[in-house]
């Protein structure tokens, strides 16, 4: 870690029980340990930042190789004039085809007549109505002995 052998982390650890003692020395502990992660988290973040700068330099360093080799041989290898490739024919796609419109949906209900009389009501869902169960009589004192 830091060069500290466990010797001398036994006589810090003594040290601070003294100082410290031993009703604050976990509360005091669990701080530092928050502490310590929290740098090291730092520690993280700042060497992927750092990781993240030389990779980026590399990859831009190896660009410019790459690019001054591909002029050399663009140099030393001219391209030969030549025929045109010939081009694909276009392809033509076939103009859209309408169809006829379907005819208009007829209307569900007939409109109300014009003289006040009010169209029926359709048919509840579910079927026809259900009848509701008989009732419970109610217990008698004969039946509580049981």
């Not at 330099?57 to 001054?68: D, G, I, P």
Request: proline content about 15%; cysteine-free; hydrophobic content about 40%.
């Amino acid at each position: 870690m830091f060069g500290i052998d466990s010797s001398e982390l036994l006589v810090i650890f003594l040290v601070a029980l003294v100082v410290i003692g031993p009703k604050d020395l976990p509360r005091v502990m669990r701080t530092v340990g928050h502490w310590v992660g929290k740098a090291r988290g730092m520690a993280g973040h700042f060497r992927a930042g750092v990781d993240n700068m030389i990779r980026e330099s590399e990859l831009a360093e190896m660009e410019k190789k790459w690019k001054a080799e591909n002029e050399r041989i663009m140099r030393e290898h001219p391209a030969i004039p030549g025929p045109a490739p010939a081009a694909a024919p276009e392809e033509k796609w076939p103009e859209a085809v309408m169809d006829e419109l379907p005819p208009p949906a007829k209307a569900l209900a007939a409109p109300a007549k014009a003289s006040g009389e009010r169209p029926k009501a359709p048919p509840p869902r579910g079927g026809p109505a259900r009848r509701a169960a008989p009732p419970i009589p109610p217990r008698r004192p004969a039946d509580k002995a049981r």
